[in-house]
């Protein structure tokens, strides 16, 4: 069942969601260099989070052993914080899940460690624009089905590997909600394609592959990696649909969204 909020359960959300922003701006961003650790990333995460009064949701989720995710090139999702140094031309998921004050804020954002290659570039701008196209249908009005394939429609016509295995989600009071939300239109909607209301409000998460969306999980039991080796991009955002249209809530405050 999709639960709605009202005004003001959105506005506790947008506070979670602005520490959640304000991470990826103030804390990562600044750390994201060739011979940082993932654990490094990791530790300023977890300080930044908790010396703001956040619970960090993916610490201890079905076991996670780290505060975030960290997923370096061929790593699509869930990947360990650990001892690995980011080198120039790494493409790096960061993906941070906060709750503050009962409600969540979920965003993954890219970084690129020096220069990178053209395909990672690639990756990584059409996994934005796909990103962008799905929160631009985040409004009243549109089936759950429209939003999911303007995601898909991005990610076909560059034709990179879409990572079906993997969906973003509704969320709130909990990570994890009704609905689901797939970065493709697949046969989930012949039954239920419900109509995005006022009050919604989703976490948008594209996961585009250099070659093929196959993806495999590692011996560790979380890292997924792409099956062909290629690289991977992950981007994610918690957005509320309003009567105006679509809001972000995991942006930094006076950060605006360029896509
Ligand atoms: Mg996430
Ligand atoms: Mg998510």
Redesign the pocket.
Known sequence: MIQLKSPREIELMARAGEIVGRTHLEVVRPLIEAGVTTRRIDEAIRDFVRSEGGELLFLNYHGFPAHS?ISVNEEVVHGIPGDRALVSGDLVSV???VRKEGFCG???RTYEVGEVSPEARHVFETCMRSLAAGIEMARPGVRLSELCGAIERVIRAEKLGLVEKYVGHGIGREMHEDPQVPNFVGPLFGRFDPELRAGMVL?I?PMVNAGTGDVRTLSDGWTVVTTDGGVSSHC?HTVAITPEGPRILTLAPGETWAY
């Open positions: 995710c993906d941070i899940g979920d965003s993954a976490a998460e994610e």
